[in-house]
């Protein structure tokens, strides 16, 4: 039987800067980082979280890099964590809302990928 989401690919140009926005900024953990044909498999991790995170865009697929994620994180303070992580340089294209069912804001990584960030 399927258990867990093992890791969710994120395209990305350029893997040193996506490597330094998830690690600088978000507080990602680097939990692989080798060759890979022409690009590197960098896989991270958030610290205390089991899915990982595949920086890396196959190729004949970099028009889907950029745009909305099908992807969403969650925090247990959404105002406090949008404090910290706007702070740090990331960019929120919507600040924190709270709606009936809970607390969400949307970020953007540096290739233009966007994320939800919202309550449990």
């Known amino acids: 039987m399927i258990k867990a989401v093992k890791f969710v690919s ?3 140009r350029d893997q040193d800067r996506a490597l330094a926005f998830y690690t600088g900024k978000l507080g990602f953990r ?4 080798q060759p890979f044909g022409a690009q590197r498999w960098i896989e991270l991790r958030i610290p ?4 990982g995170f595949v920086l890396f865009t196959p190729e004949g697929h970099e028009d889907r890099i950029g745009g ?4 969403a994180f969650t925090a ?4 406090k964590t ?3 992580l706007s702070a740090r340089g990331v960019e929120f294209v919507q600040p924190p809302k ?3 069912w809970g607390t969400s804001a949307i ?6 990928n966007t994320f939800v960030l919202s309550s449990r």
């Open 10 to 12: 994120i395209p990305t």
């Open 30 to 33: 680097v939990t692989t980082d």
């Open 48 to 51: 205390g979280a089991e899915t």
């Open 68 to 71: 909305f994620m099908n992807l």
């Open 76 to 79: 247990d303070d959404v105002q």
């Open 82 to 84: 949008w404090e910290e």
């Open 98 to 100: 709270t709606e009936h």
């Open 107 to 112: 970020f953007k990584d540096p290739d233009g």
